[in-house]
């Protein structure tokens, strides 16, 4: 938690080298969604380590019911903005559906992620298939996310947003394409809706820190897409989403708060709890 701005500047800015240092050190790694300069100043403050412009954009700003609709323009939009309010985390930009279909369109859109945007690291998703992109991005200096399990950007293909790597085979795919991207020069790997067992596995497999969302809680880092945990979206939550605007007496608090409340919380290893995991069934 910081109290301001210059506190804030007085500590050196998160890169991987500090990401790779804290999962050495078994400190867990606190990350967060944010689409613009206030909230990521918000959570800057409250102490968040990575903060990723996602594609989520689509549905949390857009209004969308997916992500597939994102274009390239909107992700550096957004990054640009989240980058004003930032001064110590480190920033993800998503490659959005389809810009990074070619070797070309992926250096070309991770390069404008990273010159317009003043993202510190792209995320691309998808297993193995990705790995002459991933090797391409990096050999040329790009820092790179790989983003497994759950790829929201196959909605379609996968005919709905659900559990990943239930089965042993899909289990053992997903723990080769991890090692595939890891062993292409990704430097991060984000985990989404799996069993905590095989969060456990691919952590414990992976060169890189692992951070997962929904995947349990022996992953070196959890994510949350920010509009979650501040229990802004009406409807059913998926069951790894707490939210953070509540105290423990139950007592509204302010968004500053949730922020700080969500990074001690993954600090402290008490979330996710054993009820916001999914096991294998
Ligand atoms: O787009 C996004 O916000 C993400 C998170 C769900 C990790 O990829």
Do not use: W
Not at 66 to 77: A, E, L
Request: hydrophobic share 45%; net charge negative.
């Amino acid at each position: 938690m910081y109290s301001s701005v210059q506190d804030l500047r007085a500590n050196a800015p998160v890169t991987v080298s500090t990401l790779r240092e804290m999962r050495e050190k078994g400190e867990k790694i606190a990350c967060l969604t944010a689409y613009d300069a206030s909230f990521a100043l918000a959570e800057d403050l409250a102490g968040t380590d990575v903060i990723l412009v996602g594609d989520s954009l689509g549905m949390v700003i857009q209004g969308e019911k997916t992500t597939v609709g994102v274009s390239t323009d909107d992700i550096i939009y957004h990054t640009r903005a989240v980058a004003q309010g930032v001064h110590r985390a480190f920033i993800m930009a998503d490659m959005p559906f389809m810009s990074y279909a070619t070797l070309d369109l992926a250096i070309t859109n991770a390069t404008r992620l990273m010159q317009e945007g003043h993202a510190n690291m792209i995320k691309l998703e998808g297993g193995e298939q990705q790995a002459e992109i991933v090797e391409y991005l990096s050999t040329r200096g790009i820092p790179v996310c790989a983003h497994v399990g759950l790829c929201p950007q196959l909605i379609h293909k996968l005919g709905g947003f659900k559990v990943q790597g239930r089965e042993a085979a899909a289990a053992q795919q997903m723990l080769r394409d991890a090692k595939a991207l890891t062993d292409a020069g990704a430097d991060l790997l984000l985990v989404e809706c799996v069993p905590a067992a095989l969060g456990r596995e691919l952590s414990e497999q992976s060169p890189v820190p692992v951070i997962g969302i929904g995947a349990g809680s022996a992953v070196d880092g959890q994510i949350l897409v920010m509009h979650d945990l501040l229990n802004v979206m009406p409807g059913q939550k998926p069951r790894f989403v707490r939210d953070f605007t509540v105290d423990a007496d139950g007592a509204a608090v302010s968004v500053q708060a949730a922020f700080a409340a969500y990074v001690a919380a993954v600090k402290a290893g008490s979330y996710p709890s054993a009820a916001e995991q999914f096991f294998a069934e």
